[in-house]
């Protein structure tokens, strides 16, 4: 394709995409596509030939549009939200027109320098100390993986990047049973196993319970093992619980453990004040994820992880082979030392367009609305005939269950849930909490308003009228 064809095309494609959002409310927001519906329209085979944009185009439209479940939908309460913004779609365009590696300083002096100051930027934004630094990983799962393989050879004195780690004193990470599952992934990976990852009990309100932790951490160290972290939640996907990473430095830091706090989701709401006594003690932990790809609103790919002591990482991660070595460059930073990967891409770019576009005022009101949005629907929906709250808002997260007379609670919650994301107007998810089926409720789309809020109680209101 010639650039002047580009030209033309890139043009087109914007007015698409603002079409596209403008007709977002009218699309059902989870795809109604079945297994295959896709491939099926596919070809089976590659085209020998070159094809005309024209033609490529109008195949985008027929096939695609309608076979994605739309994350920009304002009545998306599901998950967790993936949320863009404008300004990350412009830079994303730019960023994917220069198509630089950022791998290194030399590499992309430009992104490597803006990363760094875009890391401090969110640490002043998110209420952080002074002196913590970080890197922008692609997912809060890299991060933590980054985070576990540093604890196992922390605690290996870094025996195991040198010999291996089989014949080591076996490490041990704790954490409860409200962290993600990229935790568990995080673990298996690092050769330190499912076993390994000892889940810690949680008291009334989901946190770890200090008293446990400790206990099990002498109970091991007795046993043979070799404690190496902990890691800590700060929003748990299933109902955004919160450990209490105060009590739960006061043990690291007498047991000598590695800290990492995931705050993937939540950690956007810290950019407001009178959230952040939900991960009191923070500061005091060595390492801390959070995605502004989710909530904040700088598109996905962008995770960022803060370290008090990057060294550690650095020496865990930092593998420089001659072909990489930057000579005469001794002062500079070369971010891929910090992560898993070797190429990178310059994320810090969108984040520089957003924060300056709608500056923190204009985010943090997005977020306070979030929540206040949240806790209407929660009293909604307990408002409601045979409906149950089962855990109450956190931050911008609930979940609920429908238990109407005489109906198993667990097949009338999930054909509840079916109903509504059949329906299309809005878009749920499940989780399993205390071994019942039930219904999450988040708020968190960029572009959702108090009437889609709404919109989406009544939807539920009027299916379980009817299922
Ligand atoms: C979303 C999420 C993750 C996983 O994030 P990725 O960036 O998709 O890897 C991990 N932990 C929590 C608490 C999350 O909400």
Redesign the pocket.
């Known amino acids: 394709m010639q650039m002047s064809e580009y030209r033309e095309w890139a043009r087109r494609l914007v007015d698409w995409t603002v079409d596209y959002y403008a007709g977002l409310r009218d699309r059902p927001v989870r795809s109604p596509a079945r297994p295959g519906d896709t491939l099926s329209q596919l070809p089976d085979m590659p085209p020998e030939d070159g094809e005309s944009m024209t033609d490529i185009f109008a195949d985008f439209e027929r096939i695609v549009p309608d076979g994605m479940t739309h994350w920009q939908h304002p009545r998306f309460f599901a998950?967790?939200p993936a949320n863009t913004t404008p300004p990350s779609l412009l830079a994303e365009q730019l960023v994917s027109a220069i198509a630089a590696q950022c791998m290194l300083w030399q590499t992309s002096p430009a992104a490597t320098e803006m990363e760094t100051r875009m890391v401090d930027w969110m640490r002043q934004a998110l209420g952080l100390p002074d002196g913590l630094r970080g890197v922008i990983h692609?997912?809060?799962?890299?991060a933590?993986l980054a985070a576990v393989l540093t604890m196992r050879e922390r605690a290996l004195d870094w025996v195991g990047i040198k010999s291996g780690a089989a014949g080591q004193p076996q490490p041990r990470i704790y954490a409860s049973a409200q962290?993600?599952s990229?935790i568990d992934k995080a673990v298996w990976i690092a050769g330190i196993g499912q076993d390994n990852l000892v889940k810690i009990e949680t008291d009334g309100n989901w946190a770890m319970k200090p008293e446990a932790l400790a206990a099990q951490i002498r109970a091991d160290r007795a046993a043979g093992y070799l404690p190496a972290g902990i890691v800590a939640?700060t929003?748990?996907?299933s109902i955004g619980a919160c450990d209490r990473i105060d009590a739960i430095m006061d043990i690291a830091e007498a047991e000598d453990l590695y800290v990492h706090v995931?705050?993937?989701?939540?950690g956007s709401a810290m950019i407001c004040e009178e959230q952040r006594g939900h991960w009191r003690g923070v500061e005091r932990a060595d390492s801390i994820?959070f995605?502004p790809?989710?909530w904040l609103g700088a598109q996905?790919?962008c995770?960022i992880q803060f370290l008090k002591s990057p060294e550690h990482q650095v020496r865990t991660l930092g593998l420089r082979p001659d072909y990489l070595e930057t000579l005469g460059q001794d002062e500079v930073v070369n971010y891929s030392e910090w992560t898993v990967p070797l190429g990178r891409r310059f994320r810090a770019l969108k984040l520089w367009f957003l924060i300056r576009s709608y500056g923190l005022d204009g985010l943090r009101t997005r977020i306070r609305n979030h929540i206040a949005w949240a806790e209407m629907a929660e009293a909604q929906i307990a408002a409601l005939p045979g409906f149950r709250i089962t855990s109450t808002c956190r931050f911008s997260l609930f979940s609920f269950r429908w238990e109407p007379e005489g109906l198993d609670g667990d097949a009338a919650s999930q054909a509840l849930l079916e109903a509504i994301n059949d329906d299309g107007r809005t878009y749920l998810t499940q989780t399993k909490h205390q071994d019942e089926f039930v219904i999450r409720f988040q708020v968190g789309q960029f572009d959702t308003t108090r009437a889609d809020v709404e919109t989406a109680v009544r939807v539920i209101a009027e299916i379980a009228a009817r299922v």
């Open positions: 998950y967790f692609d997912s809060a799962s890299s933590t962290t993600h990229s939640c929003g748990g996907t995931d705050a993937a989701w939540a994820v995605n790809h989710k996905f790919d995770s």
